[in-house]
T-cell receptor, first 115, second 114 residues
Framework: DTAVSQTPKYLVTQMGNDKSIKCEQN?????MYWYKQDSKKFLKIMFS???????INETVPNRFSPKSPDKAHLNLHINSLELGDSAVYFC??????????????FGPGTRLTVT | GDSVTQMEGPVTLSEEAFLTINCTYT??????LFWYVQYPGEGLQLLLK?????DKGSNKGFEATYRKETTSFHLEKGSVQVSDSAVYFC?????????????FGKGTHLIIQP
């Protein structure tokens, strides 16, 4: 009954490799997001998708490419990994609550370590 | 641009102490305000929220009131427990668009000692 799931939970890889992180939500939400949490716990939005359409693309290197095959999935592909990409990446999804605000639900995170 | 400022941690308290974590924001329009909690090794969980001025969000003994005049959303709890030890994030989202990402504060690490 997991709401927002991510795979893998841990990812250790070498510089220069290409890797993907997968995210799935079974909440029926229309909007999904990727956030990056750095070593100091600071969280920053990277991308958001609404109905499979890219809405937000913050200042993120173009080595990062999100892909949304359907409303329930938002994957993150990273090319030519660098040491600075080491972080925890969180997927989230949202819906419009009865009080008129959008509540975001987060996945458990993927800890990426680039060596 | 939008920003959220919250007190730096760690904040260390004894069990049953009163908790306040300060949060102030800068945003255009009328944002929605949130508190999220992150337990060790886990993702973020929505703790409470408020969508307009003077709204009070509450959950699990925690409360926060949306103060537009002081642009604040301070988190309070009357009696903390060891199980409340976690990182707490204040966040905002602009109204009018569900695809807006959350703008987070830097987080406050709370440590409750028995």
């Amino acid at each position: 009954d997991t709401a927002v799931s991510q795979t893998p939970k841990y990812l250790v890889t070498q510089m220069g490799n290409d890797k993907s992180i997968k995210c799935e939500q079974n909440l029926g939400h229309d909007t999904m997001y990727w956030y990056k949490q750095d070593s100091k716990k600071f969280l920053k939005i990277m991308f958001s998708y609404n109905n499979k359409e890219l809405i937000i693309n913050e200042t993120v290197p173009n080595r990062f490419s999100p892909k949304s095959p359907d409303k329930a999935h938002l994957n993150l592909h990273i090319n030519s990994l660098e040491l600075g990409d080491s972080a925890v990446y969180f997927c989230a999804s949202s819906h419009l609550s009865g009080q008129g605000s959008y509540e975001q639900y987060f996945g458990p995170g993927t800890r990426l370590t680039v060596t | 641009g939008d920003s959220v400022t919250q007190m730096e941690g760690p904040v260390t308290l004894s069990e049953e102490a009163f908790l306040t974590i300060n949060c102030t924001y800068t945003a255009t329009g009328y944002p929605s305000l949130f508190w999220y909690v992150q337990y060790p090794g886990e993702g973020l969980q929505l703790l409470l929220k408020a969508t307009k001025a003077d709204d009070k969000g509450s959950n699990k003994g925690f409360e926060a009131t949306y103060r537009k005049e002081t642009t604040s959303f301070h988190l309070e709890k009357g009696s903390v427990q060891v199980s409340d030890s976690a990182v707490y994030f204040c966040a905002l989202s602009r109204t009018g668009g569900g695809a807006d990402g959350l703008t987070f504060g830097k987080g406050t690490h709370l440590i409750i000692q028995p």
